[in-house]
């Protein structure tokens, strides 16, 4: 049972990181690109949808750095504190790792119970800033305006 568990927990592991090296990429990469798009198209939109678009893109931007960099000091954090358990004179590897373990439990709780809401809150106003983009620049380009 030990050796299934053990295999599927280095599994789901591997998953999760692959997937949030994914999102990274992917987010920065759509950033990038809307912001590109934007710097074509800006001087061709009205002052209500230039102000829209920033204030829904940087919001975006913004809640998709914060998330990134608290993803980030919690790792760094853990592992800090495993390597300093390990780094005691006396220390008992078992014993470290099994704290190591127990923190993790709470912090992957406590991640299981904002990841949706950041999710929303970064994905919601990006779509839809860079939804409002895309209809300005159609509609500039079908209309000449």
């Given at each position: ?32 690109g ?41 790792l ?7 390597n300093?358990?390990?780094?005691v004179?006396?220390a ?32 919601i106003?990006g ?19």
């Amino acid at each position: 049972m030990d050796e299934r568990r053990k295999v599927l927990n280095d599994m789901l592991a591997g998953t999760f990181e692959k997937a949030g090296t994914f999102l990274a990429l992917v987010g920065g990469a759509g950033y990038a690109g809307l912001f590109a798009i934007w710097g074509w198209v800006s001087p061709y939109l009205q002052r209500w949808e230039t102000l829209t678009v920033a204030a829904l893109l940087g919001a975006s931007l913004l809640g998709f750095i914060v998330w990134q960099l608290y993803g980030q000091f919690v790792l760094a954090k853990q592992q800090m504190n495993f390597n300093y358990m390990l780094t005691v004179e006396s220390a008992d590897f078992d014993e470290a790792f099994g704290t190591f373990q127990q923190e993790n439990k709470k912090v992957l709780i406590r991640l299981r119970r904002i990841w949706r809401p950041a999710l929303f809150g970064i994905a919601i106003p990006g779509v839809a800033g860079g939804a409002l983009l895309v209809a300005a620049c159609i509609r500039h380009l079908i209309c000449g305006t």
